[in-house]
Nanobody, 122 residues
Framework: VQLQASGGGLVQAGGSLRLSCAAS????????NGWYRQAPGKQREMVAT???????NYADSVKGRFTISRDNAKNTVYLQMNNLKPEDTAVYYC?????????????????WGQGTQVTVSS
C-alpha cells in the first residue's frame, strides 16, 4: 500500500489548510491513521490520530484548531487545520500503523506517506 499526502502550501497566520492522505491498493482495513510533522531541527511529532471507529487524539498544541477525519469508503484521511500559526510550519506526514490488503490479506505495519510542506507566515 502507498500513502499519498497532498494539500500543503503557504498560508498567512490565521488561515486554513486541509491536508489529504489517500491510500492506494485493495485495502481491507486500516487500524490507526495519523498525521505527524517535523519542523527543521526538531524531531517528528504526533499531530493527530484517528482509529477505524472514529476515536481521535490530538497534540495539545493543535487542540481546538485541527480536526482529523477519515473516509473509510475512499481510504482517505484528512487534517483540517484552522487558525494556523507560524509554529505550525513543518513537513507533515501521514501514517497508518497497520493495514490489510487484498488479495492475500497481506498485513503491513507503520506505513508512511511522503511529506507535504506547510508554511505559515506571520
Amino acid at each position: 500500500v502507498q500513502l499519498q499526502a497532498s494539500g500543503g502550501g503557504l498560508v498567512q497566520a490565521g488561515g486554513s489548510l486541509r491536508l489529504s492522505c489517500a491510500a492506494s491498493g485493495r485495502i481491507v482495513s486500516m487500524n490507526v491513521n495519523g498525521w505527524y510533522r517535523q519542523a527543521p531541527g526538531k524531531q517528528r511529532e504526533m499531530v493527530a490520530t484517528v482509529t477505524g471507529g472514529g476515536s481521535t487524539n490530538y497534540a495539545d498544541s493543535v487542540k481546538g484548531r485541527f480536526t482529523i477525519s477519515r473516509d473509510n469508503a475512499k481510504n482517505t484521511v484528512y487534517l483540517q487545520m484552522n487558525n494556523l500559526k507560524p509554529e505550525d510550519t513543518a513537513v507533515y506526514y501521514c501514517n497508518v500503523d497497520r493495514v490489510v490488503t487484498l488479495p492475500f490479506h497481506l498485513v503491513e505495519y507503520n506505513v508512511w506517506g511522503q511529506g507535504t510542506q506547510v508554511t505559515v507566515s506571520s
